[in-house]
Every structure is written in C-alpha cells, then in structure tokens.
C-alpha cells in the first residue's frame, strides 16, 4: 500500500479545498477525470480515496455496491441529506464531509479515518447499524434460500425455473431444453409443489424476493 491519498474530483473548487486542507500533511495524487477504475485504485493503492460527492452519486445510481470495497473513502461536497448519506454509508463509505467545511474539520475527519474510525454524524450512528444488520440478515435469508432451491429442487427444474423467471413461455423452455411441453408442465408443478406456491406468478415473485 502507498502512502498517498487519491484525490477523486472533478470540482476545481473543491480539489483546492482538499488540496489546502490536506497537502501539507499527506501526498496527495489527483485522478484526472471522472472515476478510476477498481484497477487503477489498485495499482495505486491508496491509503484514503477523497471522493467529490457528484462523482458518488453515479456508484450510487448504478447501484455498483462493490465499488471501492476494502478502500477507505470520504465523500466530500455538496450537502446531502440523513437519508442519502445514510445510503452511502450501506455501501461502505469511511466518511462523509459536506462543502464548506472547514479544513480543520477535513483534516480531523482523515486522521480519524486512517486510524480505523468512521466519520459520522451521531445522531445517524443507530440508524445506519440497523440498515447494515439489515442487509446482513437479508444476504443471510438469500443464501438459506439459494441453498434450499439447489436442495429442493433437480437441475432440471433449476433449468426451467430459471427461464421461466426471464419470463419464457413453457413452448419455449421446451424448444430450448429439447423436452416435452408436458415435461415442463410437470417440473413446474414439482417445482410448485417443493416450494410451496400456487401457480407460476407467485413462483417468479418468491424468486424477486431473493433477487434471484
């Protein structure tokens, strides 16, 4: 791992900021443009990614949850509400710092950071450990429940119960899986059955349910 911070901004305003409150005490390297990808963060391995809250907002809104995992990172700018920053938080963000901080604040947030600390707000400290227990229970509850398909069910009625959830006609698992309508018929109806659900529109929405 480098001794560098990576500065991830496109804002000129808040890079100055960052760079005032921050190079005196660290070495401080600038990525040009948008995003790095997870390689470049790799190959720099940095000690903390500074992130311009904007470019955030696109991991966000991609939903790309396993972006910069295992790096710390502190959102810096704008001025997001409980709600979103209680979000970023789920995705496993070190720190959030809104704009016009004051350096002295930038500075305190990544000392505490680097030594191992999360830079939250205390009144948002309970909320975001329950959405995180959340999200832990849920994954759990998804992985009991791929275990109990591939327990329950033969590999043939995974096969057709995967295409029935893109939304296949039964002619067409049958064309695809070179079997008998009736044949998918009666996997279905084992598959109904093992799984305890009435027709084909509730078999899809239990596999929503799981994100399968």
């Known amino acids: 791992m480098s001794n560098e911070l990576l500065v991830v901004c496109d804002d000129?305003?808040?890079?100055?900021?960052?760079?005032?409150?921050?190079?005196?005490?660290?070495?401080?390297?600038?990525?040009?443009?948008?995003?790095p990808?997870?390689?470049?963060?790799?190959?720099?391995?940095?000690?903390?990614?500074?992130v311009e809250a904007n470019l955030f907002d696109a991991?966000?809104?991609?939903?790309?949850?396993?972006?910069?995992?295992?790096?710390?990172?502190?959102?810096?700018g704008g001025d997001w509400l409980d709600s979103k920053q209680i979000r970023a938080y789920s995705y496993g963000i070190s720190g959030y710092c809104g704009e016009n901080v004051k350096a002295i604040v930038i500075q305190e947030a990544v000392r505490n950071i680097l030594k191992g600390d999360i830079w939250i707000k205390h009144h948002l400290i309970s909320t975001v450990i329950n959405v995180l227990l959340q999200q832990q229970q849920e994954d759990t509850s998804k992985k009991d429940f791929e275990n109990d398909l591939y327990e329950l069910l033969s590999n043939r009625e995974l096969e057709v119960v995967r295409r029935v959830q893109v939304g296949e006609s039964n002619k067409e698992i049958a064309d695809k899986l070179c079997i008998s309508e009736r044949t998918v018929k009666a996997h279905l109806s084992s598959t109904f059955k093992k799984l305890d659900v009435p027709d084909r529109l509730n078999l899809v929405i239990l596999l929503q349910k799981y994100s399968m």
Request: zero cysteines; a neutral charge; charged letters at 20%.
């Open 59 to 76: 991991i966000i809104e991609k939903n790309l949850a396993g972006y910069m995992i295992g790096y710390k990172t502190l959102i810096y």
């Open 37 to 50: 990808t997870l390689n470049e963060i790799k190959s720099i391995s940095p000690l903390l990614i500074l």
């Open 12 to 35: 000129q305003k808040l890079s100055d900021d960052l760079y005032s409150a921050l190079s005196s005490d660290y070495a401080l390297r600038k990525h040009d443009v948008g995003l």
